[in-house]
């Protein structure tokens, strides 16, 4: 509620008198959809004169300072948003200062590799990474972002409670845990297909630029990319080979008013230095994917490598290891980051 009463003290006002105040008004002060004002006559009629709202703190609400511009310019704006981690990230998000990067769910070796090199070189130059946590090129671009010590965005189409799919759950943990997670499904929505569809908005306008990666034909990152085009946000695609399938939506993209994008290096110098800025982005990567060679040889879990053996799942890692979740789903993150262990459906590694 601060940033409410720091609403109320610009205009010499109380939050009672506030919510008294008769629509015509109110729209001189806040620059709400109609919608919005709708659903406030709505409530005001519901709870009468002197209502007591208690709003936790990780629930923002458009009349919030940080509630993002983007957002607010939106066509259908959420009624709030949730988050869990980093406070300070939204203020990035409100500016747009962070870069999107998107793709297919079933991309190819050389997609991962170009979007783990992508998080990493936007990381290491200071601009948060967001993504939609799903599998293939959002999984790859947030495990490159924390591979370069920077601050993952993740935009979900569930409840933060929720985690799909299913085998992201411990990057998600990360993703909490070094930035910041972001939904507009409180706890009890029942998850649909639309949820996902309607994620790729958010996405947008939270985000300085789109990066499309790799994406076919009939993809949701399409969505995303026509988002970014009627809310003309700046627009790159990483051009794909011509004869395989899970590019051709992606390179179809280069005929409209898509920009291509043939290395990280150059992605970070049209963009300039990130909000973040905390590390210099001296390490250079080409979209071959390669990894800096100080990475290499540094996973010494022997113990751990030993008990995955030809493939185990989490629960037979903890009962093994007798190691907690958290700590094991934070070691098996860090062997995939190193191309030690692959990840596979079901909670399941093996080595790679």
Request: charge should be neutral.
């Amino acid at each position: 509620m601060g940033d409410l009463e720091a609403l109320g003290k610009a205009h010499e006002v109380s939050l009672a008198e506030l919510w008294t105040w008769p629509e015509e008004r109110l729209s001189k002060v806040l620059s709400w959809p109609k919608a919005l004002f709708k659903d406030l006559s709505l409530h005001r009629s519901r709870w009468g004169t002197c209502p007591s709202v208690d709003v936790p703190e990780d629930v923002l609400l458009p009349v919030d300072l940080l509630w993002p511009e983007g957002v607010r310019a939106l066509k259908r704006p959420p009624v709030a948003l949730f988050w869990q981690g980093r406070q300070e990230l939204l203020g990035c998000l409100g500016a747009r200062r962070a870069v999107a990067i998107v793709g297919t769910r079933r991309p190819s070796n050389h997609g991962l590799r170009v979007a783990e090199a992508l998080g990493r070189a936007l990381a290491l130059a200071g601009w948060p990474v967001i993504s939609g946590l799903a599998e293939g090129i959002d999984a790859a671009a947030h495990r490159g972002c924390l591979e370069g010590g920077g601050a993952p965005v993740g935009v979900l189409g569930t409840p933060l409670q929720k985690v799909y799919p299913r085998q992201n759950e411990g990057l998600q943990a990360l993703v909490a845990a070094q930035g910041l997670l972001v939904t507009e499904q409180p706890r009890e929505t029942l998850v649909k297909r639309g949820c996902f569809a309607a994620r790729n908005r958010l996405l947008v306008a939270l985000a300085k630029a789109v990066v499309v990666v790799e994406c076919p034909e009939r993809s949701g990152a399409l969505i995303t990319a026509r988002r970014a085009i009627e809310q003309q946000c700046q627009l790159f695609v990483v051009p794909g080979d011509a004869r395989r399938w899970s590019a051709l939506g992606s390179n179809a993209l280069l005929l409209d008013q898509a920009s291509p994008l043939l290395s990280p290096e150059a992605l970070v110098k049209q963009l300039g230095t990130g909000p973040l800025a905390v590390h210099s982005p001296s390490v250079a990567f080409d979209l071959s994917g390669s990894r800096p060679s100080s990475r290499a040889g540094q996973h010494g879990d022997t113990a751990l490598l030993q008990a995955i053996g030809d493939g185990a799942s989490l629960e037979d890692l903890m009962t093994c290891l007798n190691l907690s979740s958290a700590r094991l789903t934070e070691q098996l993150l860090q062997l995939e980051l190193q191309g030690v262990v692959v990840a596979e459906p079901g909670l399941h590694w093996r080595l790679a």
